[in-house]
């Protein structure tokens, strides 16, 4: 499995950013997909999730990003995006794409979001 994110950039607070990360040699249709994120000097923080069941997907969000951040994704493309909107500066972190619910899956390179007046 391969994992490339694009789309990060330098941002004012209160702007938008929308990351996407293009997965190779799985389905994303069949497979729990997550965002996390590493500030600089901090660990791996889970940001959001979409897990995949026989009734359809489920969204998740850490609390600190709930009604600014959006995560969705397009199975044609076998692409997961994040739609950033409101931005704060302590949003500035790579933000990694990864298999899985948590911070523990195959992620790939990241793209660095930095939110900065």
């Known amino acids: 499995v391969r994992l490339e994110e694009s789309g990060g950039g330098l941002v004012q607070p209160g702007g938008s950013l929308t990351l996407s990360c293009v997965m190779t040699?799985?389905?994303?249709?069949?497979?729990?997909m997550s965002w996390v994120r590493q500030a600089p000097g901090k660990g791996l923080e889970w940001v959001a999730s979409?897990?995949?069941?026989?009734?359809?997907?489920?969204?998740s969000y850490e609390d600190s990003v709930k009604g600014r951040f959006s995560i969705s994704r397009d199975v044609d493309k076998n692409t997961l995006y994040l739609q950033l909107d409101n931005l704060k500066t302590e949003d500035t972190a790579m933000y990694f794409c990864?298999?899985?619910?948590?911070?523990?899956?195959?992620r790939g390179q990241g793209t660095q979001v930095t939110v900065s007046s």
């Open positions: 990864a298999t899985g619910l948590g911070t523990e899956g195959v």
């Open positions: 979409i897990s995949v069941a026989s009734y359809g997907i489920t969204k």
């Open positions: 040699g799985i389905p994303i249709r069949r497979t729990h």
